[in-house]
């Protein structure tokens, strides 16, 4: 079976396209640093109720004393912060487990980005943050890694929709 020059340029071409795609969208899947987060954005268009199940790693310390906060929001700068969700006296963020928060904040379209600050000395590792919403599909964003001390760290994929 012959393939003609120009059939076979454009399986290299396919071929090329798909590679660079998987492993551009590999990279996007990887928790990173934000680059130019602000947590001072919060735009208070409507109130919303959300509901944010956040599961720790097994690889996490057993029990944490960090200071963990977290945002999400959409691609059009609406905000939901929720600072300080740890608290040690009720076993949050153990090892291996899951907290749910209901947290109020400005109504988002589709939340496309997620960013958790840590600070302290234990090292927590989340596995992965979910959110739902009634004005929202429910989201989920895996982590699976150490997040760096005193920086937002996450996922934004505001830009790949």
């Not at 393939?3 to 290299?12: E, K, N, V, Y």
């Not at 899947?29 to 720790?56: D, M, W």
Request: with cysteine; proline share 6%.
């Amino acid at each position: 079976m012959s393939r003609s020059p120009r059939m076979a340029s454009l399986q290299l071409l396919t071929l090329l396209f798909f590679f660079l795609s998987v492993s551009r969208s590999t990279d996007v899947l990887k928790p990173h640093a934000a680059e130019s987060f602000n947590s001072n954005l919060i735009q208070n268009f409507g109130s919303c109720r959300y509901t944010v199940i956040i599961r720790t790693s097994c690889s996490s310390p057993r029990y944490t004393r960090d200071q963990i906060s977290l945002s999400f929001g959409d691609g059009y700068r609406n905000q939901v912060y929720a600072p300080r969700l740890d608290d040690p006296g009720s076993r949050a963020f153990e090892r291996c487990s899951s907290d749910t928060y209901e947290i109020n904040g400005p109504c988002v379209r589709q939340i496309c980005y997620v960013y958790v600050h840590r600070s302290g000395p234990d090292g927590w590792v989340p596995e992965s943050v979910r959110i739902f919403s009634h004005s929202s599909k429910a989201v989920t964003f895996t982590f699976n890694t150490y997040v760096p001390e005193s920086i937002w760290f996450g996922h934004n994929y505001c830009n790949t929709i």
